[in-house]
T-cell receptor
Framework: AAGVIQSPRHLIKEKRETATLKCYPIPRHDTVYWYQQGPGQDPQFLIS???????DKGSIPDRFSAQQFSDYHSELNMSSLELGDSALYFC????????????FGPGTRLTVT | AQKVTQAQTEISVVEKEDVTLDCVYETRDTTYYLFWYKQPPSGELVFLIRRNSFDEQNEISGRYSWNFQKSTSSFNFTITASQVVDSAVYFCALSEAGQAGTALIFGKGTTLSVSS
């Protein structure tokens, strides 16, 4: 079965640089979620989109922005990167109207040096 | 406010032992969903189970079983006859109903180490 695709899988950036993470949800899934998981931490919700509109917002820094496109893929844009942004970034998708489980992608490991 | 507490930070067992991972949650909603996810050393988050607040039936799937008790706001996870491949971080999570964008609130996770 198709799964959530995230790219790139690994990314190394320097402080103050920008990064763009991409997420391709499972086909027919209309809701996308972004989570950030720091080392040894639990995943923290950043932002979500439903039918290309932002539906919920968590602890996303102002330096980050995200959007969902017409084909339902989503991108997380991160600017002025800081060392503390080093983390595993997960995208998850869900189809509204179905049971509430979110299916997670493999994650993008971002390292800021 | 929603909160998920996994009091056990780390558990170490020997293969074939049974182990129970505890999860206690807080929510003011009457309709909510509880989940368990497994995160092996490779890093991905693997969905294990979802339980609706209105369904208190316990569930068994192979060596895994889950005990949901609304009276104590607990959703515990038991692995019977543990195996080395069960070594992972296990997260309990809560989601409230009502909006398409409802996010998962995770507990801090329990690291399970199974030795041979």
């Amino acid at each position: 079965a198709a799964g959530v695709i995230q790219s790139p899988r690994h990314l190394i950036k320097e402080k103050r640089e920008t990064a763009t993470l991409k997420c391709y949800p499972i086909p027919r899934h209309d809701t996308v979620y972004w989570y950030q998981q720091g080392p040894g931490q639990d995943p923290q919700f950043l932002i979500s989109f439903y039918e290309k509109m932002q539906s919920d917002k968590g602890s996303i820094p102002d330096r980050f922005s995200a959007q969902q496109f017409s084909d339902y893929h989503s991108e997380l844009n991160m600017s002025s990167l800081e060392l503390g942004d080093s983390a595993l970034y997960f995208c998850a998708s869900r189809r509204t109207g179905t049971p509430y489980e979110q299916y997670f992608g493999p994650g993008t490991r971002l390292t800021v040096t | 406010a929603q909160k998920v507490t996994q009091a056990q930070t780390e558990i170490s067992v020997v293969e074939k032992e049974d182990v129970t991972l505890d999860c206690v949650y807080e929510t003011r909603d009457t309709t909510y969903y509880l989940f368990w996810y497994k995160q092996p050393p490779s890093g991905e988050l693997v969905f294990l189970i979802r339980r609706n607040s209105f369904d208190e039936q316990n569930e068994i799937s192979g060596r895994y079983s889950w005990n949901f008790q609304k009276s104590t706001s607990s959703f515990n996870f038991t692995i019977t006859a543990s195996q080395v491949v069960d070594s992972a971080v296990y997260f309990c999570a809560l989601s409230e109903a009502g909006q398409a964008g409802t996010a998962l609130i995770f507990g801090k996770g329990t690291t399970l180490s199974v030795s041979s």
